[in-house]
């Protein structure tokens, strides 16, 4: 877990280093945030030597650092959250039909397409509040 910690530091340093590759600055402070948590995190879990405690600490780490991964994937990329959802939407779809583009279903030789039904026609209002005309 320290090893993707350092990673996250390091790109954090890269990005102070090259200030132009950060698109969305909001994005890369909250997971600068992040990274400083995981840190006092890490530190409280060495302290605290209850195994419970540990155990928290470990999986709250590994949530923030997927927090932070996709943040300063974000703001590296200069996405928000709904063009990340619409993107990962995409992918899914391409992974699942295993191509780019749509299927297209092209009807066999001498096969004519089915015609569209006719709408039907609306029935007869007829009211229910008022007797029914006497004959």
């Known amino acids: 877990m320290q090893g993707v910690t350092t990673a996250l ?29 995981i840190i006092v995190l890490d530190a409280l879990g060495f302290m605290i030597g209850a195994s419970a405690f540990r155990v ?5 780490i590994a949530l923030l650092q997927i927090g932070a991964i996709v943040l300063l994937f974000m703001s590296a990329g200069g996405i928000s959250w709904m063009e990340l959802r619409g993107e990962l939407g995409n992918a ?17 030789t ?13 029935l007869e209002r007829i ?4 007797p029914p005309p006497s004959q």
């Open 92 to 108: 899914y779809e391409v992974i699942r039909r295993g191509g780019e583009e749509k299927e297209v279903i092209i009807p066999l």
């Open 127 to 130: 009211p229910i509040d008022e």
């Open 9 to 37: 530091v390091a790109f954090i340093f890269f990005c102070v280093i090259f200030p132009d590759r950060v698109k969305n600055k909001t994005q890369y402070y909250a997971s600068l945030g992040m990274i400083c948590g």
């Open 110 to 122: 001498g096969q004519v397409p089915k015609r569209k039904e006719e709408p039907v026609e609306p």
């Open 56 to 60: 928290f600490v470990y999986v709250a």
